[in-house]
């Protein structure tokens, strides 16, 4: 069935460095949908893209919409401690009646 | 403030138990919905529910039940018929329009079943 593919799965960094991170279905996307979840808790809805190319910033955070439409990119500026956890992307399932499919994640980690 | 709740954070069943998820919002959102979470995965949808009163399958249905009676509760059984119940469970609502995808999310709750 349909699914996204979200890369890296997990990424080490040194507080300060800035972060990528991307996310690739087998379909063309309407929308693109990125969340964050800390441990144990619900996740986080950070930015939510509707145009093919479209540039979206909230904060530190800026998310892409891929020309393609088939891919979108997160990028996180100058990370510190409160990065850290799983980020998710996630799109419309095609014929689904508004649900969402999603990523497997990507988990930060803040290197000591 | 509004928001989704969900309780308990953390529910201990023995196995054979039937056991019940509660979801609340107060978003006057149409749309909830239901996920399973398991270590290292993504969300895999249960149940959802557009409207009162109507619900569908997701792509896990098997051995749940949820009912939604009002807009604001959409509670999720997990019966004796789950095999593998254990689980971080997560509710979700959406307003219906063009931001229909953007879902929001409840805390979560933990079920460990022995």
């Known amino acids: 069935g349909q699914q996204l593919n979200q890369s890296p799965q997990s990424m080490f960094i040194q507080e300060g460095e800035d972060v990528s991170m991307n996310c690739t279905s087998s379909?063309?996307?309407?929308?693109w949908l990125w969340y964050k979840q800390d441990p144990g808790e619900g996740p986080v809805l950070l930015i939510a893209?509707?145009?093919a190319g479209e540039l979206t910033s909230n904060g530190r955070l800026t998310a892409q919409f891929g020309i393609t439409r088939k891919d979108s990119f997160l990028n996180i500026s100058a990370s510190i401690p409160s990065d850290v956890g799983i980020y998710f992307c996630?799109?419309?399932?095609?014929?689904?009646?508004?649900?969402?499919?999603w990523g497997a994640g990507t988990k930060l980690i803040i290197k000591p | 403030d509004g928001g989704i709740t969900q309780s308990p954070k953390y529910l201990f069943r023995k196995e054979g138990q039937n056991v019940t998820l509660s979801c609340e919002q107060n978003?006057?959102?149409?749309?909830m919905y239901w996920y399973r979470q398991d270590p290292g995965q993504g969300l895999r949808l249960i149940y959802y529910s557009q409207i009162v009163n109507d619900f569908q399958k997701g792509d896990i249905a098997e051995g749940y039940s949820v009912s939604r009676e009002k807009k604001e509760s959409f509670p999720l059984t997990v019966t004796s018929a789950q095999k593998n119940p254990t689980a971080f469970y997560l509710c979700?609502?959406?307003?219906?329009?063009?931001?229909?995808?953007?879902?929001?999310f409840g805390p979560g709750t933990r079920l460990t079943v022995t």
């Open positions: 379909s063309i996307f309407n929308t």
């Open positions: 978003l006057n959102h149409d749309a």
């Open positions: 893209l509707y145009k």
């Open positions: 996630a799109g419309p399932r095609p014929r689904g009646n508004y649900q969402l499919i």
């Open positions: 979700a609502s959406s307003i219906r329009g063009q931001t229909a995808y953007e879902q929001y």
